[in-house]
């Protein structure tokens, strides 16, 4: 199915990972309260202030900067490649994505809302009720988020218009949400052992998994067309085709969390146990 590269020991748990625009990956240590920089073989890492604030989402914003979401410390947090840090006060943020529209969009898992951050620094919400978790931009320019204890996945247009399509299997908390190749949005279940499916219309299909106790939690799509996701409690790299072909990749060490893509086409995992895994496709 694919092969590994090679493993990249970091200093603590890493949890979130993402292809930064300097052609690094960047990463956050959830336990250790940094931000983590891998690139030209070094590992550097950046202190947050305070340390407690348990940064977990990262991702490349529309300023090309990186931006992260401090849990429990209640930022939206902005790192600049030369590790400058800046940061928005919010309520328990999770997910964030850049927008087709020019904004950085984000959740308030703890709250209850989405917003739109705007690149003057204005933002606007709206409420969703069941804790919205991850997010992403949709093949028709919709933000789409999954509503982890409403168990449902939302959509949310340009102007705070609010769509929320339920998930038919009860309890299947859905986490890690991704645009597919095939022009749908796909996500995991990380209660149910599933990978769902969502069309712009709203219809959902969804997929089991061969260990319905696997608990999936990141999804992104790959070079090759089809979707990877992380195995979080069973410590395995999932691929899964745009018709359901479903197979898997042991990693080394344990708790997978994020997951992304790198310039070169290859997947980088961070495992919470301690290291980011490259793997070829």
């Given at each position: 199915m694919a092969d590994i590269v090679q493993v990249v020991e970091v200093p603590g748990a890493p949890y979130g990972v993402t292809a930064g625009p300097d052609g690094a990956l960047w990463f956050t240590l959830v336990a250790q309260g940094m931000i983590g920089r891998y690139g030209d073989g070094v590992?550097?890492?950046?202190?947050?202030?305070?340390?407690?604030?348990?940064?977990?989402?990262?991702?490349?914003?529309?300023?090309?900067?990186?931006?992260?979401?401090?849990?429990?410390?209640?930022?939206?947090?902005?790192?600049?490649?030369?590790?400058?840090?800046?940061?928005?006060?919010?309520?328990?943020?999770?997910?964030?994505?850049?927008?087709?529209?020019?904004?950085?969009?984000?959740?308030?898992?703890?709250?209850?809302?989405?917003?739109?951050?705007?690149?003057?620094?204005?933002?606007?919400r709206v409420d969703i009720e069941g804790m919205p978790s991850m997010i992403t931009t949709g093949s028709d320019g919709a933000l789409w988020f999954t509503v982890n204890q409403g168990n449902a996945i939302g959509r949310v247009d340009r102007d705070l218009a609010r769509t929320v399509y339920p998930v038919p299997t009860p309890a299947a908390a859905p986490v890690g949400i991704t645009a597919g190749p095939d022009g749908a949005v796909w996500f995991t279940e990380i209660g149910a052992g599933a990978i769902g499916r969502i069309d712009t219309d709203g219809t959902v299909t969804e997929f089991a998994l061969p260990d319905p106790a696997a608990r999936p939690h990141a999804i992104v799509t790959g070079p090759d067309g089809a979707l990877w996701f992380t195995e979080w409690a069973a410590g395995r790299l999932g691929r899964i085709t745009t018709d359901g072909v479903i197979d898997h990749l042991a990693l080394p060490g344990a708790e997978p969390h994020g997951l992304t893509v790198d310039a070169a086409g290859h997947l980088w995992v961070a495992m919470e146990s301690g290291a980011l895994v490259e793997v070829s496709p």
């Open positions: 590992v550097r890492t950046f202190a947050l202030d305070p340390a407690d604030g348990q940064p977990t989402v990262i991702v490349t914003g529309p300023d090309d900067a990186l931006w992260f979401t401090e849990f429990q410390g209640g930022r939206l947090g902005r790192i600049t490649a030369e590790g400058d840090v800046t940061g928005i006060a919010l309520d328990g943020p999770y997910g964030a994505c850049s927008g087709p529209d020019g904004a950085l969009w984000f959740t308030e898992l703890q709250s209850g809302r989405v917003g739109r951050l705007a690149a003057d620094g204005t933002i606007d």
